[in-house]
């Protein structure tokens, strides 16, 4: 069946007239009616009916005409792209997978700006867990990911974000720890709490930190391993332990816990964090829009 037909038919059926029909199309009025004849034996109805100076739709038609507008708006969709994203009106999902300390210090902001832009859109925080067990932004699943800024490659796009500079977290009556500044030797003689974030993952932040840690001949006497930063915070308020993390969440953490910032004489871990997306999504509105979201909420630097 040629599928030109059914433009046709929508017209005729809307502009109730096969003059203005063909006006419509731009053709003329014969090809029009020779498109109209066909149908009526296709579809095996008459269609349409003159009455007086115009056409009558029979009841066929009737149920026949939204659902044939219908389907010729979803192919011209398909062909063109969704030219006509409105944030304001969007009641899409979207879903940005982050870590901790990202939910911690970034999303609240993020969250803030996406309910006021896009109030009828729902927002989903995932952990990078579920980025890794489901493929997540190749499979469409998450639509932004935050991690450690590393190369990539298309199908996987990326941009900078932020840098995450690493502090110190210990609880504020330490036995040990007086000052807001502690020396390498006192370092390397506490007890420690490390961090692992997606274990295993090539390039993650904890394998860059490993990294630094041994080229400055620091020592960590590990006694407690935790998977995100907010268990570390928590983890530093009730022990003797020290904990390195970013500087943003420490700020956050201390304001609600018996927590203290301390600062190393020396250097700490600091990481680039970009957020990935896949090209799956890469000409997607809704999504860039999305993506332009986050953007702004760092370029704001409001933590």
């Known amino acids: 069946m040629d599928l030109n037909l059914f433009s046709v038919l929508d017209a005729v059926l809307s502009e109730r007239s096969v003059t203005r029909a063909a006006n419509k199309l731009n053709v003329t009025q014969s090809a029009v009616s020779n ?7 296709i579809l095996s109805d008459p269609l349409v009916v ?19 507008s219908a389907g010729l708006s979803c192919f011209q969709s398909a062909v063109h792209g969704d030219d006509g994203f409105a944030p304001a009106e969007t009641s899409r999902t979207f879903t940005l997978a982050a870590a901790d300390s990202q939910q911690v210090c970034d999303v609240p902001f993020i969250a803030e700006r996406f309910s006021r832009q896009m109030p009828h ?11 890794l067990s489901s493929d997540g932004l190749a499979t469409g699943k998450i639509d ?3 991690g450690p800024s ?9 941009e900078h974000v932020c840098k995450e500079l690493g502090v110190l977290l210990v609880k504020k009556d330490h036995s040990r720890v007086k000052q807001r500044r502690i020396r390498r030797e006192l370092f390397n003689s506490l007890k420690h709490i490390d961090v692992e974030i997606a274990q295993g993952r090539p390039g993650t932040g904890h394998q860059i930190a490993e990294a630094i840690w041994t080229r400055q001949g620091l020592r960590r006497d590990i006694a407690l391993t935790v998977p995100n930063f907010t268990a570390a915070a928590i983890a530093a308020a009730h022990t003797e332990y020290i904990a ?19 600062e190393p004489d020396f ?17 997607d509105d809704g999504a860039r829009y999305f993506r332009r979201l986050i953007l702004d909420c760092f370029s704001e630097n409001k933590y």
Not at 150 to 158: A, K, M, N, R, T
């Open 144 to 146: 932004v990911s935050f």
């Open 150 to 158: 590393v190369d990539v490659q298309p199908p996987l796009y990326s």
């Open 35 to 41: 498109s109209l004849a066909r149908l009526r034996e």
């Open 267 to 283: 250097e700490l871990p600091s990481i680039d964090i970009a957020m990935f997306w896949h090209a799956r999504t890469d000409g």
């Open 244 to 262: 390195a993390v970013p500087r943003r969440t420490a700020q956050v953490f201390s304001r609600m816990l018996p927590l203290k910032v301390v």
């Open 50 to 68: 003159r009455n007086g100076r115009g056409l009558t739709l029979t009841p066929r038609a009737e149920q026949l005409a939204p659902m044939i």
């Open 121 to 131: 859109a729902f927002l989903r925080v995932v952990s990078p867990d579920f980025l």
